[in-house]
Nanobody, 125 residues
Framework: QVQLVESGGGLVQAGGSLRLSCAAS????????MGWFRQAPGKEREFVAV???????????YYADSVKGRFTISRDNAESTISLQMNSLNSEDTAVYYC???????????????WGQGTQVTVSS
């Protein structure tokens, strides 16, 4: 069982930055791929970024095209946390952001085992 708690959301002006964090419980954190998703009002939840861990300890990360070059995902296995650094924010980034933990399946889909409650990010223009 893994419990996930997001933090760091808030209101920011367009062009600004925010850093989201997700704290995970459980002793098997390092074995999960960790993802960030978001859901805007009236829209479906969509993939933002995922970070995996290879057997060599290298953390591969992948991003949605809409955030590539602006967002950076990172993980700290010792602290059981992941972060999402978001720069150059615009109004289209306004959404509730969720972190998720999963082992199998397509990391760009909703195929994750555990989800957090979400944190609101609002970008004012």
């Amino acid at each position: 069982q893994v419990q996930l708690v997001e933090s760091g959301g808030g209101l920011v002006q367009a062009g600004g930055s925010l850093r989201l964090s997700c704290a995970a419980s459980g002793r098997t954190f390092s074995s999960y791929r960790m993802g960030w998703f978001r859901q805007a009002p009236g829209k479906e939840r969509e993939f933002v970024a995922v970070i995996r861990r290879s057997g060599g300890g290298i953390h591969y990360s992948y991003y949605a095209d809409s955030v590539k070059g602006r967002f950076t995902i990172s993980r700290d296995n010792a602290e059981s946390t992941i972060s999402l650094q978001m720069n150059s924010l615009n109004s289209e980034d306004t959404a509730v952001y969720y972190c998720a933990a999963g082992r199998d399946g397509n990391p760009r889909t909703l195929d994750y085992d555990y989800w957090g409650q979400g944190t609101q990010v609002t970008v004012s223009s």
